[in-house]
């Protein structure tokens, strides 16, 4: 298999130059990097923390797709916004961006695990898997309290409480998505892995 990058800085691309097959330094919301790959050729597309830094992450996605051959995969891992720490925080009137983390300067998006649904399905993906990542609390049962304490505004409101709990809990959600196969596989693409 050869292993594309895509990379917006120059000392990023540059270090990940000598691991990859090819870098290109580029905006990869760029329409010109369409031309640059032959659609139908790329096996799997990996967006690892990149969606949320889109601006328009739903076009972007719909074209990158192009370049899947049928059947070809995408592997998202996408900050997940329903975070107990955020609505927390949200609660107190807080909504501060930090250098990383969920509230990254950088990032333009932000999405629930239904957002992340919502997206892949516009743009034609197929959801095979979603799994989730969680980071303990700062301190111990500090979620759990917070939860609790929410649960009889969540039922008021017609929410889920149990469902609010689960998803509060999660930092990522990780997507294992593919572009339907509804044409055969050739035979003749590249097998190509995309960063």
Known sequence: AEYWGIELYDLAAERAAGRLDRVVCANAEDPDLLAMIAPGTIDCLVYGDTIEHFRDPWLTLRNHSQWLVPGGQVVACVPNVQHWSLVHELLRGHWRYDERGLLDRTHLRFFTREGVQDLFTEVGLHIDEIESSC???????????FQVALAGAIAATGGDADQFQNQSEIFHHLVLARKPATTAHPGNEKAVVWF
């Open 135 to 145: 980071l303990g609390p700062p301190y111990p049962g500090e979620s759990y309290d």
